[in-house]
């Protein structure tokens, strides 16, 4: 624990440099930030994925589940099965070998029946549910239950929906976007390996191999110039309070890359040696006017949180 508290501390430093024109640009009101330790057993595995929408939980290659009620508790352990979990959204969870696990009315987290065998690499649920895994594989609820569909004999390892309802598909070098059996190709303009996706109103943002970022303003995909060549494996979009007028981008990468940038701004960060073999994803809270929490999670049980307020004058 010793260790993790010292890497929060150490990404934390490194974050602050990152974010300090937030709070000096423009006139916006100043922000109090704290960084704080929320890890989980270390015998848990790698956190595969944290989940900010609604109450915040966690996944871990080590197959268990971790929820948050409120920023004051610490993540409790709901679940643990035999099978490596990749993916969590909103109480359903997903993982190798067509693995999905829900929690139900009762508070119970249940198993269901795998109408896969591929492994689960992602999943978006918002009343309407659907995951994406190896080979090309898309499984999405059904009144009848899951269905299973296959668009490609490559690695899909990230899905968005947007504000139209469409969901956009990560998938090596190519984007996917549409409904469920009704899917098109989408041309980005740039040969890049992409592995992750997220969005803000229209505005969408890929990552990838080599540092790549392309940004998706509603009309056009978008480069944009990395202070890196590691691979961008994560990327989250969270909204600092007092920003009214943007919002901010973080990516993670290999060799501990942390990147951040703001909607119209260039990507800045480092290459953190400090880093390297921990963290491996980030998530942030979105849509609150005065608080904002980005969540770095990793290898060991890691979850490491930064938690931004407004200054309220007197």
């Known amino acids: 624990m010793i260790a993790v508290r010292r890497l929060c501390v150490l990404l934390a430093l490194g974050a602050i440099t990152l974010a300090t024109s937030c709070s000096e640009v ?75 696990v829900r929690k139900r009315d009762d508070r119970t987290w249940t198993t269901e029946t795998p109408v896969t065998d591929r492994n689960l690499n992602a999943v978006w649920n918002d009343g309407e549910s659907l995951a994406v895994g190896d080979e090309g594989t898309i499984v999405h609820d059904t009144e009848m239950g899951w269905a299973v569909e296959t668009i490609a004999s490559t690695r899909l390892s990230s899905v968005w929906k947007d504000e139209q309802s469409q969901y956009w598909i990560v998938g090596g070098r190519t984007l996917w976007r549409g409904r469920p059996e009704a899917w098109q190709e989408v041309d980005t303009g740039y040969d890049v390996e992409l592995r992750a996706i997220a969005g803000y109103g229209a505005d969408l943002w890929a990552v990838g191999e080599g540092g790549a970022i392309l940004g998706w303003n509603g009309f056009a995909w978008q480069r944009r110039s990395p202070p890196t060549t590691e691979n961008l494996r994560s990327v989250a979009i969270g909204h600092p309070p007092g920003l009214y007028d943007s919002y901010e981008v973080w990516a993670i990468g290999e060799q501990g890359t942390v990147l951040r940038w703001l909607r119209d701004g260039q990507p800045e960060g480092v290459t953190r040696p400090e880093l390297v073999g921990r963290v491996v994803g980030v998530a942030a809270e979105l849509f609150h006017p005065t608080t904002e929490t980005v969540w770095f999670f990793g290898r060991d049980g890691l979850i490491c949180a930064r938690f931004r307020s407004l200054v309220i004058a007197n």
């Open 26 to 100: 423009g006139g916006r009101p100043p922000l109090r930030e704290e960084w704080y330790d929320d890890s989980v057993p270390a015998d848990v595995g790698t956190v595969s994925q944290l989940d900010t929408s609604g109450i915040s939980t966690a996944v871990s290659d080590g197959g268990a589940i971790f929820v948050k009620g409120n920023r004051a508790s610490a993540f409790s352990e709901v679940f643990r099965g035999a099978t490596p979990l990749r993916a969590i959204s909103r109480m359903i969870a997903v993982g190798d070998g067509g693995f999905i």
